[in-house]
């Protein structure tokens, strides 16, 4: 192998730090990924009947507000004038997502302005005083009232934890969105859109330079291959993307996850519910929301007979699950404590990307990330042979 630096994980984080290292710092690029395709959560591939774009870890939307990040993907793909809108079935209802004003007259069957909305929502949630409220379910009728809760917050949450909110913690909660006019654009940020030819044309365009190399179906932890861990690590730097755990044998015990399970269908009709999501608030519907891919590209010339349906279910992971949402217990923040501080004492590895940091972080964020580690880590290293920590 004659590689200046090895990224493990071949996903937006470590695609994009082998690029600006690969053009900008002129380094041999080797991108492992454990995958039998480049792309990390973000992958998607024409579903083999239809030919529909599907996301096969889960519906993947860009946006950003990050104007350097923004000049940057715009360097390897274009984007559809796509807007995310979401929608969410309760009892028999669709109702607009995010609560918004639309959302409030729906559901209590009037015609409030602004002011009216709000003094309502307030009374509702003088039931319960916010600084008294110790759990999930407290907080968030103290912030909107018991009505909205329990009918777009209530179930989807118990769904998505599968916990009794009762039993999360306050702390969860932050602040629900609710917003008093007609706006239900899901994302507030500057720029949105779709990759005009998907999100695994952009990521192949994102690898593809000479000075990069990327081997599939390559484990990091598989000592029989070329660029295991113990070949590697203190002999060329590594930036790995990896899970943070896995990489210390989970010596400070396991961080926990969440993952989801999907179901993906195709049905014999040009349109199934009219949206790209549909949010199942009711508890007694197993899965928390339907995805009909068709609706991401409506410019695309996809059949009119056909449609892929995907229903997502929640649940915690166990061994051998994608890790999707960092569940992050204080349990957790204190092994992450004890991971963090292992990193940075482990020479020449860089740890990043979501499961090198567990954080959730969307794609921007992630792209962002990558940018930063290598103005402020590699290219000092490489340029001015600053220690890599
Ligand atoms: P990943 O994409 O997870 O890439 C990590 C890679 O490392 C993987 O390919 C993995 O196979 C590889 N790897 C791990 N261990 C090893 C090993 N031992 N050896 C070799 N390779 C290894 N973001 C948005 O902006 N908008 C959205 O709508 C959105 N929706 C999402 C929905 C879901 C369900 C999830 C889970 C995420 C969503 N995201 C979304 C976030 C997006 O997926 C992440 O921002 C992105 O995946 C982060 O990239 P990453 O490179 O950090 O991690
Ligand atoms: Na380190």
Same mark, same amino acid.
């Given at each position: 192998m004659n590689a200046d630096?090895?990224?493990?994980?071949?996903?937006?984080?470590?695609? %994009?730090?082998? =690029?600006?290292? !690969?053009?900008?710092l002129g380094l041999k690029v080797l991108v492992i990924d454990r995958r039998d395709h480049i792309g990390g959560n973000a992958y $998607?591939?024409?579903?083999?009947? /239809?030919?529909?774009?599907?996301?096969?870890?889960? !519906?993947?939307?860009?946006?950003?507000?990050?104007? =350097?990040?923004?000049?940057h993907v715009n360097r390897f793909t274009r984007f559809t004038p796509y807007v995310h809108r979401v929608f969410s079935t309760f009892q028999g209802g669709v109702y607009s997502m995010p609560v918004n004003l639309h959302t409030i007259n729906q559901y209590f069957g009037k015609a409030l302005g602004p002011d009216a909305a709000r003094a309502l929502v307030a009374e509702q949630a003088g039931e319960i005083d916010t600084a008294a409220a110790d759990n999930? @379910?407290?907080?968030?009728? $103290?912030?909107i009232g018991r009505p909205l809760y329990e009918a777009f917050f209530k179930g989807y949450t118990a769904k998505q934890w599968? %916990?009794?909110p009762r039993n999360l913690p306050g702390a969860t909660v932050t602040r629900l969105?609710?917003?008093?006019?007609?706006?239900?654009?899901?994302?507030?940020d500057t720029?949105?859109?779709?990759?005009?030819?998907?999100? %695994?044309?952009?990521?192949? =365009?994102? !690898?593809?330079?000479?000075?990069?190399?990327?081997?599939?179906?390559?484990d990091f932890f598989? /000592? $029989?291959? @070329?660029?295991?861990?113990?070949?590697?690590a203190g002999n060329v730097p590594v930036v790995y993307t990896g899970p943070v755990d896995t990489y210390f044998g989970d010596a400070e015990g396991q961080l926990s996850w969440r993952t989801l399970d999907f179901?993906?269908?195709?049905?014999?009709?040009?349109?199934?519910?009219?949206?790209?999501?549909?949010?199942? !608030?009711?508890?007694?519907?197993?899965?928390? =929301?339907?995805?009909?891919f068709r609706h991401f590209h409506p410019e695309r010339d996809y059949p009119k007979d056909k449609t892929v349906i995907m229903r997502e279910f929640s649940r915690f992971a166990v061994a051998g699950d994608e890790p999707y949402y960092p569940v992050n217990t204080p349990e957790d923040r204190q092994k992450l404590l004890a991971y963090r501080d292992l990193a940075s004492r482990e020479e020449n590895v860089l740890f990043g990307g979501r499961l090198g940091t567990y954080k959730y972080l969307d794609m921007h964020m992630a792209i962002g990330a990558a940018l930063s580690m290598v103005d402020n880590k590699l290219t000092p290293h490489f340029k001015d042979g600053a220690a890599l920590v």
């Open positions: 630096l090895v990224v493990v994980g071949s996903g937006f984080f470590g695609l %994009t730090v082998a =690029r600006q290292c !690969a053009e900008d $998607s591939e024409p579903e083999p009947e /239809t030919g529909i774009e599907v996301h096969r870890y889960g !519906a993947h939307l860009f946006h950003t507000s990050n104007e =350097r990040v923004w000049q999930f @379910e407290d907080k968030a009728i $103290s912030l599968q %916990t009794d969105p609710v917003r008093y006019n007609y706006d239900n654009r899901y994302f507030n720029y949105e859109g779709l990759p005009v030819d998907g999100y %695994t044309a952009w990521l192949e =365009r994102l !690898a593809d330079h000479e000075n990069i190399e990327v081997r599939l179906g390559t598989d /000592t $029989s291959q @070329e660029v295991s861990k113990g070949n590697v179901e993906q269908e195709v049905l014999p009709v040009g349109d199934f519910q009219g949206a790209p999501v549909m949010n199942y !608030a009711d508890e007694d519907v197993p899965y928390t =929301r339907i995805h009909e």
